[in-house]
């Protein structure tokens, strides 16, 4: 918990540690789309309980620029140091990205274990990947973290269990911690690579049946998980195991899930769970999880899951919508979706649009109303039609039945008579079966 890069360890075991969480407001150059500081040191409490660890204080220093070589002011650090001193804190979580000097240098100062936003999304990163491809890119983003930062840092990322003052490796050490660093990185790679072989085997079996995808995307927390629990309830073979992990907690779901699920005129797709997003979420941990995040490119459908009753639900939209662009997913077909509206305790539900829902997923609320627009958007280019298939084309007719969900047929004396919904490709492979009345 919270050790894996830390510098010092004074936690004593089973004892939560205590964060005095400190953030800086930039008073200069503000824009519109910067998340409020309130709203960003709350998320980084947040962040801190999703760690373990417990919050017993908050600064906030307001300053028109970055100290380069200690974040805040010095004069504000000597501060902290006094505040910590008096909560018993055993560290302070500073809201941003640090450099490895800056860490360093308020490290001397404070004399804690200083720990940035990034090491902290690391860490709970750490925690809660389960699968192997999520272990391994959460390690090669810590290790990327780590790099830069051997030197600057005087050697303390790379000191095991060494005190405070006590003095970094030598030069030695740290070349061969660098030489660990990046073949252990080498390893991950070529690894990673073999699941993302692996992964794209899988891929090109499913877009050979043409089952549709629709991917769950948004903010952390905002009940992606829950809808799809919802929603893989539409299929038949839906049994209570195949239900993700839910949970009112910050990165619940790190693993992508793929689930069976069933439109309402019956026809399968697969809908796909992500993990949520966070704003400053660490570039190295976006690159690293880029393989993963990958199933969101193959979707035929994105559904933008917004939490409608978080006071920063729109700076969470604007967050979501830069790393779907970062991903180069940003034009594909996307469902927004107001999610938790049983909380906002309306008498009359805001209008729906083709492409926004209003839905509580834990009460049930417009589900119906989702399903039928996830439909509209996969059906959208297909083509209803009547098809007669003379006998000797059965093999056409078994063809389309592994492939549609067929809605009427009916053996006459001409051949096969049957409605379907085509895609545009088979529409045209069979139009010359359309029955002609
Ligand atoms: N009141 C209310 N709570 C909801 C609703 N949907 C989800 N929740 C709760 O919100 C919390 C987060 O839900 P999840 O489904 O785990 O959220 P997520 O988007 O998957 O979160 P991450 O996996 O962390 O990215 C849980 O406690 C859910 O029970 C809803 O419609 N109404
Ligand atoms: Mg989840």
Redesign the pocket.
Known sequence: MLNDLSVNNHKIDNEPEKALCVGLNITSNKNSSDVNIEDSMAELKELVLAAGAEVVGEVIQNRSYIETSTYLGSGKIEEIKIYAESLDATMIVFNDELSGAQIRNIENIIGKKIIDRTILILDIFAQRALSKEGKLQVELAQLKYRLPRLYGMGGQMSRTGAGIGTRGPGEQKLEKDKRHILNRAAVIRKELKQVVKNRDIQRSQRSKNKIPIVALV??????????LNEIIKTHPDYEREKEV?????????LDVTLRKASLPNKKEFLIV?T??FVSKLPHDLIDAFKATLEEVLYADLILH?I?S?NSSSNIQKTTTESVLKDLGADDKKTITVY?????LDLDIYPKNHDDLVY?????G?NMDKLMNLIQNCLMENTYKVNLLLPFDKGNIFNLIKEKYHIDEFEYTEKGIDLVVSLDEEDYNLYKEYIKIK
Not at 218 to 227: L, P, R, V
Not at 339 to 343: C, E, H, R
Not at 359 to 363: C, G, N, P, V
């Open positions: 948004g903010y952390t927390n905002a009940g992606k998980s829950t809808i992990f839910t949970k009112d907690m910050l990165f619940a779901t769970d993990v949520g899951v939490d009753t999610n938790k509206i049983d909380k839905i509580s997923a834990k009460k609320i």
